[in-house]
């Protein structure tokens, strides 16, 4: 059998940016939370994408607390939620003790479908944040996502987990909302083999962010804490391994996209397979690149068969509302999501494959159709 063919696996620079981070981190001993290299991941980060200030934390589920409660989420309320998203997305909400309430996404976007966050304002006034995703590297449609969430007063964050370096209209997802978190988990477009990034043109919202993430603790000279804290802060080896990765992060989305465009160029003839929308606005950091089957095949005969030849795919997110856990929660919508789901594939999109690589997964796939 042929070598192992990930989905996405971590991918070091080859200039060895992330050791020379680290290296400065050990020879001055800081190895700890907090530290120049978070300092410099949170700068150079948010310079990155346009965002003022940025707080670097444990991971991107960790962010997306830190958002919540800095939105001033707590008991009783009520959350709109993306439906179509990886679990991590609504877990805080719960951690909040708020209740999430399910969007429906549109096939033009496969993210929140505004037509239906509407509808759900109609039922539930008085909601207090929207949680927007924008998946596998694909914006949201936010222009009337922005305008609902101003009229109804509420504060919009954006999980852009998974779209690091996407553009809606020119400008970065994570940047158009109130908040917008970011991963840096193994298999996201950079990584530092666990992390997340919280960021904000709020200043104050950010340093209370660093406040609450290294355990609350008021400034005295003794112990004392006034309000619940967490220990969430990026550790400076993490960040330094961040920082070498910003580095390569426009490389990273050139090989993503040639991997988008080799598959679609390969799969242009099979009947009834179809791929994830791009849109005119949008401009993805194409982090997975999905197709959708029609009636032919199953997404699970596709993995299956592609698994036995050694290949990593992937199921699309499962519907929130569908999961047993948030069984009872309310969704609003006409069933996109859980179509998405019945009909999508992730193809192994790692960059670090090659050519051949990428002609041993088409022949798979070319192979059931033939
Ligand atoms: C990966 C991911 C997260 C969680 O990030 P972690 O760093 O693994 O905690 C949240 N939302 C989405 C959509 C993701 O893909």
Known sequence: ???????????MSDEGYELAYIKEAFDANWVAPLGANVDGFERELAARIGAKHAAALVSGTAAMHMALKAAGIEKGDIVFCQDLTFAATVNPVIYQNATPVFIDSNLETWNMDPEMLERAFKKYPNVKAV????????????DPIIQICKKHNVTLIEDAAESLGTTYKGKHTGTLGDYGIFS?????IITTSGGGILVSDNAEKIAKVRFWSTQSRDNARYYRHS????????????AGIGRGQLKVLDKRIKKKKYIFEFYKREFSHLK???????NDWNKPNFW???????ERFTPLEVIETLEKDNIEARHIWNPMHLQPFYKGCDYIGRGV????????????SDTNMTDDDLYRVCEVIKKMWS
Do not use: Q
Request: aromatic share 10%; hydrophobic share 45%.
């Open 184 to 188: 840096f988990n193994g298999n996201k």
């Open 131 to 142: 949680i927007v995703v924008h998946l596998y590297g694909l914006a949201a449609d936010m």
């Open 337 to 348: 999501s859980e179509e998405i789901f019945n009909k999508g594939v992730c193809l192994p």
């Open 1 to 11: 059998m042929s070598g192992k063919i990930w989905l996405a696996s971590p991918h």
């Open 272 to 278: 009834g397979l179809g791929f994830m929308p791009v």
């Open 227 to 238: 309000e619940l804290g967490y220990n969430y802060r990026m550790s400076n080896i993490v």
């Open 288 to 294: 997975l690149t999905c197709i959708t089957l029609n």
